[in-house]
């Protein structure tokens, strides 16, 4: 079965920082999810590998950034100023066929994902 590699979860307090890390390439776009406890899935952000293009939810605009580095054939989503709220388990995801970058916001357009990886914030 076809899986991304992710990374760079933890513990933090909250108003730290964490950059989680995918690895991934060979996709039209890659995007991030994340799900907290009782809560449904929720989309982060997507990136369009080739033009590089990247796309956020409203309400995750300001402390989120996503990014790649296609040298390393990685994704990258920063996250700033973390909340409690933030606590989630967090996922990469990517597309490779079927693809519409006008619908990245659709968790049901992407092809593979991870395994996710644990944030957890503390006040």
């Known amino acids: 079965q076809v899986q991304l590699v992710e990374s760079g979860g933890g513990s933090v307090q909250a108003g730290g920082s964490l950059s989680l890390s995918c690895v991934a390439s060979g996709y039209t776009y890659v995007g991030w999810f994340r799900q907290a406890p009782g809560k449904e899935r929720e989309w982060v952000a997507s990136?369009?590998?080739?033009?590089?293009?990247?796309v956020y939810a409203d309400s995750m605009k300001g402390r989120f950034t996503i990014s790649q580095d296609n040298a390393k054939n990685a994704v990258y989503l920063q996250v700033n100023s973390l909340k409690p709220e933030d606590t989630a388990m967090y996922y990469c995801a990517a597309c490779r066929f079927g693809c519409s970058w006008y619908r990245a916001s659709d968790a049901r357009t992407y092809n593979y994902w991870g395994q996710g990886t644990q944030v957890t914030v503390s006040s």
């Open positions: 990136i369009h590998a080739a033009a590089g293009v990247t």
